[in-house]
């Protein structure tokens, strides 16, 4: 359609390494107004965890706005935000003994990032933020300072302060503990770096490369945050809502975060909507201190509300999602040891897997030629060199198997390939040609 190259800007990301016009979507499969069929292993970059048009949560929503039910309520209480505030406490808060307030912020990851900065801040009353190499927390100033991706800091156009950024768990090789040299420049009074108000990270990085952290290494910046009267911060917006397994990714880690992000897969239905949680000694906001017209996207607190009930009552759901991901890591790694010559790896957790393929030209030749033949997945990391599995979590086992299969058909392809030196290959006929940047 011409109208995309007429009048939308050239920003367009996603749009352009799957140019079609998609038209429906359900559960894991998303179709373009030609009729082709795509399995979405993309999943909204996250936010579609439970599927498309996910029809329990449909139900529910089409009976919440057939019945006239509040949509946009700036921060009024409303019946649908207290039945969310009800569930979200009884099936997830309480049961893991964590206690917590929940702010409504603006809807998108983003907007949390920054309560959480600037809340941070306020309590400390220090300027600095720590992140870590790789981190992806938004890319509005505030969170973009603590971004690590140099094409999105460019985009900036200004100095991009109040963050210093710190090795992530495996930046300088797998023998080298990244949270000594952490801990050593906040004991030193002469490291330079200056005594920050919270650290904010990621337990699995997914705009960095699918990263892992180590549980221990999860469990050592906790540490070093209490020894340093340093406040907490994970941010879950993408490994969060039941991605790795559980459905706070370091529920298993054994830490308590001072400060919580939330957002993505949040209202299960792909609706903005984002929270941020802190312990109640935290709470030291003064009324309407902090704002934002959107925060009361009253449609996506019913969706909330219908998949914590629905997905998250019990922990049938999560044991699902630890199977499903440890079929993953098998196939995955089986896929590495028989393509990958030793160059590729994988270090993910639950359904969020990762191959780096090393080459983002490599990687990039795969994913469009799994494109062609119906699987849409994406890359990510410093060099866009790492195939990023986000698929639904709800997929069945037979589409999880037939996404992995076309994958690996692509690797197969591509590899046999290069390794022929037939570098000008055409995978793609005439409309599936993407201009290169
Ligand atoms: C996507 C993401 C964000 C930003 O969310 P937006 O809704 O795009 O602003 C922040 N942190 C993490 C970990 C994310 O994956």
């Given amino acids: 359609m011409k109208i995309f190259e007429e009048i939308e800007s050239e920003v367009q990301s996603y749009a352009r390494s799957f140019p079609r016009v998609f038209n429906k979507a359900q559960g894991e499969y998303l179709y373009d107004t030609e009729g082709n069929q795509y399995l979405d292993f993309l999943a909204g970059a996250g936010t579609l965890n439970y599927g498309h048009n996910n029809p329990i949560f449909k139900k529910e929503l089409l009976k919440y706005i057939e019945s006239d039910g509040i949509t946009h309520g700036l921060d009024l209480h409303t019946n649908a935000k207290g039945n969310f505030l009800n569930t979200f406490n009884d099936k997830i808060l309480k049961p893991r003994n964590m206690d ?127 020894k340093h009267d340093i406040l907490l911060i994970v941010d879950d917006i993408q490994a969060g809502c039941g991605r790795t397994g559980t459905f706070f990714s370091f ?30 000694e935290h709470d030291i906001w003064k009324p309407g201190e902090h704002n934002g017209t959107f925060r009361g996207n009253n449609l996506a607190f019913v969706t909330a509300e ?49 191959i780096n393929c090393v080459s983002g030209e490599l990687a990039s030749k ?15 990391g410093a060099d866009d060199h790492v195939i990023k599995f986000l698929c639904p979590l709800t997929i069945s086992d037979q ?31 005439e409309n599936y040609e993407v201009e290169e940047e």
């Fill in 251 to 280: 529920d298993e880690v054994g830490i308590q975060p001072d400060i919580i992000t939330m957002s993505k897969s949040l209202s299960g239905y792909g609706l903005p909507f984002a929270i941020v949680l802190f312990k109640p």
């Fill in 306 to 354: 219908a998949a914590i009930n629905h997905y998250w009552s019990d922990d049938l759901f999560s044991k699902e999602v630890k199977r499903k991901g440890k079929y993953m890591y098998d196939r995955i790694n089986k896929i590495i040891d028989q393509y990958g010559e030793g160059n590729f790896s994988s270090r993910g957790r639950g359904m969020f897997q990762g």
């Fill in 366 to 380: 795969i994913t469009k030629l799994a494109f062609k033949n119906g699987l849409m997945i994406e890359t990510s």
């Fill in 100 to 226: 917590y307030m929940v702010q409504f912020t603006g809807p998108t990851g983003a907007n949390a990032v920054e309560t959480a900065m600037k809340l941070a801040r306020k309590i400390k009353q220090r300027e600095t933020i720590i992140s870590f190499t790789n981190g992806y927390h938004g890319v509005t100033l505030g969170a973009l300072a603590s971004t690590g991706n140099q094409h999105h800091r460019g985009g900036a156009g200004m100095l991009l302060t109040g963050v210093d950024t710190l090795p992530y768990d495996g930046y300088m090789g797998d023998d080298i503990d990244t949270t000594a040299y952490l801990d050593k420049v906040l004991t030193d009074s002469s490291s330079g770096v200056d005594h920050p108000a919270a650290i904010i990270v990621e337990t699995v990085q997914g705009e960095g490369g699918i990263t892992a952290a180590s549980f221990s290494w999860l469990q050592n910046i906790e540490k070093i945050c209490k």
């Fill in 399 to 429: 589409n999880l198997k037939r996404g992995i299969d076309i994958l690996e058909d692509a690797i197969e392809t591509v590899c046999a390939k290069v390794k022929n030196f037939d570098e000008e290959v055409d995978y793609f006929d």
